[in-house]
T-cell receptor, first 113, second 112 residues
Framework: DADVTQTPRNRITKTGKRIMLECSQT?????MYWYRQDPGLGLRLIYY???????NKGEISDGYSVSRQAQAKFSLSLESAIPNQTALYFC????????????FGPGTRLTVT | GDSVTQMEGPVTLSEEAFLTINCTYT??????LFWYVQYPGEGLQLLLK?????DKGSNKGFEATYRKETTSFHLEKGSVQVSDSAVYFC???????????FGTGTKLQVIP
């Protein structure tokens, strides 16, 4: 079984809809991250969480919100989806003891029409 | 702020050719450096790392040496295989909150 799972894997939604992407991990890591990947731009950090009560904005948090329901679960929400949020979204985890080594989920391909 | 610059792709090589993907960085202090690989349809996986100057990271035949004097961390492999076709990301880690900065990725295609 995968250590970091994301649901759904693919999603098509309409402009203005609210959508939630979910991430779960079985690695026992305390830190979790959400990134988006766009062609030619690499990965950009949306939000990160160092534990359940510690959530921080990344470089492109506008239009997104997150919830850390438990150490193992970290959800990303688009409150009112817009077409330029069409991208590949990745969840990642890391352990505070092994700095910077991140483990990624398989990604969610989101299309906003 | 911190940044990573890597060569644009795609890079197309024949099987058994020598591979170099260039990566340079800008950072304050002494960052850790990484190469991640993304196979089609998958998330990124850590390929190798180096945590201080002159360290050499290696894995699966890939190598990269942390060069502080040239602020570089070039990825090399002596003989590529079709199965190495993927997107390769150079990254650095620094800062008290352990932020990772990724390059834009270089797509490698290896043809038989």
């Amino acid at each position: 079984d995968a250590d970091v799972t994301q649901t759904p894997r693919n999603r098509i939604t309409k402009t203005g809809k609210r959508i939630m992407l979910e991430c779960s991990q079985t690695k026992g890591h305390d830190r979790m991250y959400w990134y988006r990947q766009d062609p030619g731009l690499g990965l950009r950090l949306i939000y990160y969480s160092f534990d359940v009560k510690d959530i921080n904005k990344g470089e492109i948090s506008d239009g997104y919100s997150v919830s850390r329901q438990a150490q193992a679960k970290f959800s990303l929400s688009l409150e009112s989806a817009i077409p330029n949020q069409t991208a590949l979204y990745f969840c990642a985890t890391s352990d505070s003891r092994t700095a910077y080594e991140q483990y990624f989920g398989p990604g969610t391909r989101l299309t906003v029409t | 702020g911190d940044s990573v610059t890597q060569m644009e792709g795609p890079v197309t090589l024949s099987e058994e050719a020598f591979l170099t993907i260039n990566c340079t960085y800008t950072a304050t202090g002494y960052p850790s450096l990484f190469w991640y690989v993304q196979y089609p349809g998958e998330g990124l996986q850590l390929l190798l790392k180096a945590t201080k100057a002159d360290d050499k990271g290696s894995n699966k035949g890939f190598e990269a040496t942390y060069r502080k004097e040239t602020t570089s961390f070039h990825l090399e492999k002596g003989s590529v295989q079709v199965s190495d076709s993927a997107v390769y990301f150079c990254a650095l880690g620094s800062g008290g909150y352990q932020k990772v900065t990724f390059g834009t990725g270089t797509k490698l295609q290896v043809i038989p």
